[in-house]
């Protein structure tokens, strides 16, 4: 199962932090991504990792904004959200992708999803 959390009500150029905690223990095998489905839209990707962290990606709607890191000890992801805009207004979902080699943007390739955690920015 996966967790996430921090999501909230920021104005426009405001930060937030999400987690993301399992409790599984082989979490340190998985890539990570956070995806999110603004409102009347598709579910996105916006940030990936690799299973040691070394590899990140990210859409380029939030390059250089957001920043994506893991902490295999803990068990858990974070998405530091930086310069925020009306239009990062989402629930964000945490993700998990087994048997993967490289950061994957595409949605069906994750494998178990966390419950999602809302993002409102107002301007």
């Known amino acids: 199962q996966l967790q996430a959390c921090g999501g909230g009500l920021v104005q426009a150029g405001g930060s937030l932090r999400l987690s993301c905690a399992t409790s599984g223990r082989s979490f340190s095998r998985f890539y990570m991504g956070w995806f999110r489905q603004g409102p009347g839209k598709e579910r996105e990707f916006v940030a990936g990792i690799s299973s040691s962290g070394a590899v990140t990606r990210y859409a380029d709607s939030v390059k250089g904004r957001f920043a994506i890191s893991r902490d295999n000890a803990k068990n858990s992801v974070y998405l530091q959200m930086n310069s925020l805009k009306a239009e990062d207004t989402a629930v964000y979902y945490c993700?998990?992708?087994?048997?993967?080699?490289?950061?994957?943007?595409?949605?069906?390739?994750?494998?178990?999803w966390g419950q999602g955690t809302e993002v409102t920015v107002s301007s």
């Open positions: 993700a998990a992708a087994a048997d993967q080699s490289y950061v994957t943007t595409i949605r069906s390739r994750y494998d178990y």
